[in-house]
């Protein structure tokens, strides 16, 4: 979506944003951490009636937060490094303490920073790199990388689901939606907007 139509509008984001929190919500209160929330791994649809409904794909490297007895360093050298370097948390890239659902409210930051900006958060040539980035580097303000408005506010909790530390993080997936919420922008993503888009969408790939 973005690749081909360019950064998203700011009322579209929030109301893809808060579908992929519910769905993280369920299973962070089961105990499992997704570890791998990528645009490729967020599929938006029509389903039957209603647009842009979304789906989180690809439980594949989800992990327990907590497995008693097995440090999250130890998980990741079983496994080697798990997730994508470009959304990846800088506890995971570490392997430093516990991995819980904060790593995937960074993730799911980057995946809002790249359908704002049609960026991701650090642009390097190699994994290595980007993954030191996540680790080191400040990321650069929503503003300053795309042409289109994005609400202050909005930006604001982006770049707080970027912060290196978890705790400076919303506390939970039901919290960022919360705060997504509270914008009150989604409204303006209408229902009209919405099937014009789609209507678009099929007619130019009909055939």
């Known amino acids: 979506m973005v690749y081909d139509h360019g950064p998203q509008p700011p009322e ?12 993280l919500f369920e299973a962070h209160r089961g105990g499992l951490v997704h570890r791998d929330i990528k645009p490729a791994n967020i599929f938006v649809c029509r389903y039957g009636v209603d647009l842009d409904f979304v789906k989180v794909l690809d439980f594949g490297i989800v992990k327990r937060a907590e497995i008693k007895g097995v440090s999250d360093a130890q998980l990741t050298q079983m496994g080697a490094i798990s997730g994508t370097p470009a959304y ?4 995971m890239a570490l392997g430093e303490g516990k991995v819980d659902g904060r790593a995937d409210i960074y993730a799911l930051g980057c995946v809002a920073y790249w359908m704002l900006t049609a960026q991701t958060v650090f642009e390097k040539p190699s994994a290595l790199g980007m993954i030191v980035a996540h680790t080191h580097e400040k990321p650069m303000p929503i503003s300053e990388r795309t042409q289109q408005p994005v609400p202050e506010p909005l930006e604001r909790i982006v770049m707080q689901c970027l912060a290196k530390q978890p705790d400076e993080r919303p506390e939970n997936t039901q919290e ?10 989604e409204s303006d993503w209408t229902l ?3 099937g014009q888009w789609w209507s678009e969408y099929e007619s130019r790939n009909a055939g």
């Open 88 to 91: 990846m948390a800088p506890e």
């Open 192 to 194: 009209e907007r919405a």
């Open 176 to 185: 960022l939606s919360r705060m997504l919420k509270e914008l009150g922008i």
């Open 12 to 23: 579209r984001v929030v109301k893809l944003l808060r579908q992929v929190c519910h769905s």
